[in-house]
């Protein structure tokens, strides 16, 4: 059998893993390690990653627990049969990233709502400031995660690094207005 795929086309990591019924802690976790690092569900047990550097620390650490579990792993090494077989499959990864990049939007939108409630109620507290730097911080780890397995390149991805910047500005801009509550316009 010969292997018709395209010299350029992306090459996977396919995790075929087998764990004991109970307990039901063995899967949740190595269920909640793969989606951690964005490895594709393909069904009940197979996950999908492309062979980059990127994914090796986490589906070493899922198979690590498998092991931990008394379970089964098996890993192979493939590619799409053909050259729209390999596309599909980067379109199905890429799929999972733009549901991520969706969400994350969403919650720059939460962002910028709560910080124009807190000026529409004048709560420039430090209390308050601290909460939402939190908060961007949190926003700044997440697109940093999501730009690392976006390998494929989503097309909600540009659009997420400027709505960060947007997001950043608007805290800086409510970080000045709790200095000025704080310390009065004079200082």
Known sequence: MTNNAPA????WLILVIKLPAQPSKHRVAVWRELSRVGALSLGQGVWAVPDVPMFAEGVSRALELTDRADGQAVALDAAGRSEAD??????????????????FLADCGKFEAEIAKEIAKSKFTLAELEEEEQSLERL??????LT????????????????????????????????????GKEA
């Open 8 to 11: 350029s086309a992306a090459r």
């Open 140 to 145: 700044r780890r997440w697109h940093r995660d």
């Open 86 to 103: 390999a596309a599909r499959f980067e379109a199905m990864f890429t799929a999972a990233r733009s549901e991520e990049w969706a969400e």
């Open 148 to 183: 690392a397995r976006d390998v494929f390149g989503a097309p909600e991805a540009p659009t997420a690094g400027e709505r960060l910047k947007h997001c950043a500005q608007v805290c800086e801009d409510f970080a000045e207005r709790v200095f000025e509550a704080v310390h």
